[in-house]
Nanobody
């Protein structure tokens, strides 16, 4: 069973910052697209940011300019730097490792972490 281990969540005031981390097994990290999703109570899980194995990034419009995703292949870890936090950023943040299924081999996967709570409140 593949485990993704998230850390770095917490309670922060509006305008504050956090850095979320997610460690993945070395056997899959370098070949995976790594993403952060979030889910607030009563809402669907939504994509926050993604970084491909080649380093290409994309972000949800609501976090552009405030959040930065990065990866350290030597440490098998993906980070999400979250700045200028707003109360509406409050959610459980989930790490995801994905590789699209290859037609020829059937190899592919979609793994999730357990989530880390981010609460933005004064």
């Amino acid at each position: 069973q593949v485990q993704l281990v998230e850390s770095g969540g917490g309670l922060v005031q509006p305008g504050g910052s956090l850095r979320l981390s997610c460690a993945a097994p070395g056997s899959i990290f370098s070949i995976s697209a790594m993403s952060w999703y979030r889910q607030a109570p009563g809402n669907q899980r939504e994509l926050v940011a993604r970084i491909t194995s080649g380093g290409r990034t994309n972000y949800a419009d609501s976090v552009k300019g405030r959040f930065t995703i990065s990866r350290d292949n030597a440490k098998n870890t993906v980070y999400l730097q979250v700045n200028r936090l707003k109360p509406e950023d409050t959610a459980v943040y989930y790490c995801n490792a994905r590789r699209d299924r290859e037609i020829a081999t059937g190899f592919g996967y979609d793994y999730w972490g357990q989530g880390t709570q981010v609460t933005v409140s004064s």
